[in-house]
T-cell receptor, first 113, second 115 residues
């Protein structure tokens, strides 16, 4: 099955700096890669996603890049703000009868003033 | 937030007792999923459903069963709860598996403690 590794497990940046979180996946058939943000005690919420036919996608301060050859994808947050502090999860889904997501183990992002 | 509710939101039970968690959706989405979330493991898929009475196993299905008799309800049962099943359980739904429709939306979660 799919295996997703996520790094780093914790990340501390100063407000206004950029943050980058990286994930690798093992199944070359994976074709959908969402990123979720989870605040303490809350549900995971989708912040951006990318499909395998696209190399990069951007939404305001958030961008995701995908390298299919190397089987890795990254989340980039620019101009970080305190409200960006949360745990971020990457995920990947392969082919099949349902979008069976395999998640990374999460990155705790702390944005300091 | 998508129209997903989970019940109960918190539960404390004893080892060996059966426990049923309920996920209810008002979105009429075809696909429903149960995940568990544990520190250091992220979210792991327990079971999923791709239609009424159509279910399949995820990566951590041992000790769990599911049922879906109606589009809107997906039940997760711990046949005989063990301490290793102490976790936060999330239900998720998605409309389809096609491009643009595969986004999974999560419910608020159920915090389960097995003593």
């Amino acid at each position: 099955g799919e295996n997703v590794e996520q790094h780093p497990s914790t990340l501390s940046v100063q407000e206004g700096d950029s943050a980058v979180i990286k994930c690798t996946y093992s199944d070359s058939a994976s074709n959908y890669f969402p990123w979720y943000k989870q605040e303490l005690g809350k549900r995971p919420q989708l912040i951006i996603d990318i499909r395998s036919n696209v190399g990069e996608k951007k939404d305001q301060r958030i961008a995701v890049t995908l390298n299919k050859t190397a089987k890795h994808f990254s989340l980039h947050i620019t101009e970080t703000q305190p409200e960006d502090s949360a745990v971020y999860f990457c995920a990947a889904t392969g082919s099949g009868t349902a979008s069976k997501l395999t998640f990374g183990t999460g990155t705790r992002l702390q944005v300091t003033l | 937030d998508a129209g997903i509710t989970q019940s109960p939101r918190h539960k404390v039970t004893e080892t060996g007792t059966p426990v049923t968690l309920r996920c209810h959706q008002t979105e009429n989405h075809r696909y429903m999923y149960w995940y568990r979330q544990d520190p250091g493991h992220g979210l792991r898929l327990i079971h999923y459903s791709y239609g009424v009475k159509d279910t399949d196993k995820g990566e951590v299905s041992d000790g769990y069963s599911v049922s879906r008799s109606k589009t809107e309800d997906f039940l997760l049962t711990l046949e005989s709860a063990t301490s290793s099943q102490t976790s936060v359980y999330f239900c998720a739904i998605s409309e389809s598996v096609g491009p643009g429709l595969e986004t999974q939306y999560f419910g608020p979660g159920t915090r389960l403690l097995v003593l």
